[in-house]
């Protein structure tokens, strides 16, 4: 038994430290010339913050390029070179950093988490080699084309001017969700379909597999590799996404206060209250650019009325920590047992507080 018990322990270590192993990198490398080389943005509770450069250097520089499957460390660039520079609504979440440059990850590495004096003028940046280079190009864009909107269609990559279809053997659902991201639309949806005739491309054809954590900002960001076999335009990729993810409040005297409505489908629909809490507040005030989440009584909440049409979203459950309601969690779109008088309010403050003073 006691035999029995120790290789239930051992195999399931296996089994645990093989799925770790699996994770996607809590680090990426952002607006740099190809995805080994940017500004340092690290991921803590789903979101991504920058590294304060206090004590960067080489050693810290090549541990972020071993996570990210990189080539050799060669500097330690400002990250303030890469522009657009980061937003000021975006944390610095480490202030140090000391690894000895033996380490897997970053986060192995000894950190500062108390983030106290660093602006995003002192933002880490990394530049390793680029093992990529012997890809035909790398995607400087992306956009969707011979489909009903910009976010669904066939998929199209930029490079030196020229648009390439894409071939759908190195394209899946992780590069889709990249792809929607950069395109500012909403979660991917269908991937790794072909195109009907009407819509296959004309042009060439970039042969690449793509392996994209899903994480990444834009698709320059991901590792990808020349395909063995060649492609035609009759399996070019085809994906869609959810239309851009926007909200309003309506029936107050503010944008900042009133009845929340969320659009799906080129249509507005409520939301229902069902665990709608202090947190889902803060989400909708942060996402509007308002002000902090006043929590209103119930009173003053059911002065708004209740809404007409559909009901598109219900128990939404949030960490307070997202930048948008579409990162939270919910139920399918549409499906709910709510009524028109469960729809939620949001009343915020108007004026952004100055987190500089």
Known sequence: MALLFTLTLAISAIYIGSCLSEAPPKVRLVRGPHRCEGRVEVERNGQWGTVCDDDWDLNDVAVVCRELNCGAAKKTPSGTLYKPAAPTKQKVLIQSVSCSGMEDTLTECEQDEEVFDCLHEEDAGAQCENPDNDVPFTPENVRLVDGPGHCQGRVEVLHQGQWSSVC????????????????????????????????????????????????????????FKPL??????????????????????????????????????????????????????????????????????FKARKSYGPGAGRIWLDDVVCSGEEQSLESCRHRLWGYHDCTHKEDVAVICSENIPDLDV
Not at 182 to 205: E, Y
């Open 228 to 297: 063995e076999n060649n492609c035609t335009h009759s399996e070019d990729a085809w994906m869609e996404c959810e239309d851009p993810f926007e909200l309003k409040l309506v029936g107050g005297d503010s944008p900042c206060s009133g009845r929340l409505e969320v659009l799906h489908k080129g249509t507005w629909g409520s939301v229902c209250d069902d665990g709608w809490g202090e947190k889902e507040d803060q989400v909708v005030c942060k996402q509007l650019g308002c002000g902090m989440s006043l929590f209103a009584s």
């Open 168 to 223: 759908k053997a190195g394209w899946n659902l992780r590069a889709s969700k990249v792809a929607c991201r950069q395109l500012g639309c909403g979660r991917a949806l269908l991937t790794h379909r072909g195109c009907n005739k009407m819509a296959q491309g004309k042009g060439p054809i970039w042969m690449s597999q793509m392996s994209c954590s899903g994480q990444e900002a834009t698709l320059r960001d991901c590792p």
